[in-house]
């Protein structure tokens, strides 16, 4: 039996210990600063994992609880990020990771490499399987001429006024709407403003949504051989304006302001007052929705390959989408490393390894757990 250490157990960090405590292969222990978080998970888990309350902004912290590990799984928030990986770095310890952090992870694959640890990073959804079938598609594809992916978790029923709840911690969602995107465009990189070029797509099941760049691409734009990529980020229509009104009047600043003599930062404020609106209610729907696109040269024939997603909260286990579709690929992924089959050392982003079995495997063993991509294959006219 291996030992697997969850670091976070957040809405996507317990359903990863509550998929891992079913495996009797793995002995799971949860790890987390809130108590009121461990004890939602232990119950997720059924009783079967084991709890421990630790401070993970804390390297020493982190170093004791994942000790006896054979395998560390990262869902913290992205400021949380960068310090696990290289935390779990110098403890030796494999990793599979889904922290969503502003730092390019694999400016460590060197130092990973040279600890002999395999990490796995961005391996939930999107990021995650957007990366994982690119890399597959730039694969397939000789060449691979544009990748294009739209994804969106949202509320099945829209309340004014946002018309939208976060299904991950809401100051990563923020992150989106102000951190520059980049896109790529004949083979450069280009960056943009997050929130801008909107366009509006229909999905069957879902209806009309909007989509804007946000900086998803991430390690895609330097380690695919493709002259046009973009992710954008899909919400309800009018999102956009009202996120764009909130972000220029500076209710997202993280400058301070004084205010009748009181030195306050406007994004804790707005934190305040807007987080209990984009919190999920028990048993409140989502959903999510990604459609990953890629055109190229397939067998001579000019061809696009398409993976839709459209999932929806697991009424049999309370499990929201959002936290079930980005949990999982991470879970499999791990049992993957555990076991040796990915043994490839450094930080590794999902596209690095889109080999053909992998993905089969993510794909299958996602649809055992009802999460459904739909595949299909066009050959364009020339």
Excluded at 65 to 74: N, P
Excluded at 116 to 144: E, H
Excluded at 268 to 281: A, G, I, N, R, V
Excluded at 327 to 332: D, E, G, H, L, Q
């Amino acid at each position: 039996m291996k030992n697997a250490v969850v670091l976070g157990s957040g809405m996507v960090g317990s359903v990863m210990a509550a998929d891992l405590s079913s495996d009797p292969g793995f002995r799971v222990r949860i790890v987390d600063s809130r108590p009121e978080n461990l004890a939602r998970a232990n119950e997720r888990c059924h009783g079967r994992a084991e709890t421990r309350e630790a401070d993970l902004s804390d390297s020493k912290s982190i170093r004791a609880a994942i000790a006896d590990a054979d395998i560390v799984l990262g869902a913290l928030a992205s400021h949380l990020g960068l310090n696990a990986l290289k935390t779990v770095i110098e403890a030796r310890k494999p990793y599979c990771d889904i922290s969503f952090m502003a730092e390019d992870a694999i400016d460590f694959s060197s130092f990973a490499e040279g600890a002999g640890v395999t990490a796995v990073v961005d391996c939930g959804v999107a990021p995650g399987m957007s990366n994982l079938l690119a890399g597959y598609a730039a694969k397939v594809l000789a060449p691979c001429e544009s990748i294009e992916i739209y994804v969106g978790g949202l509320p099945v029923e829209r309340r004014w006024p946002f018309e939208y709840k976060a299904g991950f911690a809401p100051s990563d969602v923020i992150e989106e709407y102000t951190r520059p995107s980049r896109i790529v465009e004949h083979g450069t990189i280009v960056v943009k403003p997050a929130l801008s070029e909107p366009e509006l797509l229909d999905f069957e099941g879902v209806g009309t949504l909007e989509a804007f760049n946000t900086d998803g691409l991430r390690s895609l734009a330097t380690t695919l051989n493709v002259p046009f990529m973009k992710e954008k980020t899909m919400r309800y229509p009018g999102h956009i304006n009202l996120m764009r009104a909130m972000r220029e009047t500076g209710l997202f600043s993280k400058e301070p302001v004084t205010v009748k003599g009181t030195t306050i930062v406007p994004l804790d404020l707005t934190s305040q007052l807007m987080f209990p609106k984009w919190t999920y209610e028990p048993g409140e729907r989502d959903l999510t929705v990604m459609r990953i696109s890629a055109v190229g040269i397939k067998a001579g024939v000019r061809t696009r390959l398409t993976w839709d997603l459209l999932d929806f909260l697991d009424p049999a286990t309370g499990f929201t989408s959002m936290s079930r579709t980005t949990a999982f690929p991470c879970t499999i992924v791990a049992r993957l490393i555990a076991s040796g089959e990915i043994s490839t050392k450094g930080v590794l982003p999902p596209e690095l390894i889109a080999d053909p079995w992998i993905v089969e495997h993510l794909l299958s063993e996602l649809g055992k757990r009802g999460v459904k991509y739909t595949f299909t294959e066009h050959a364009m006219p020339e």
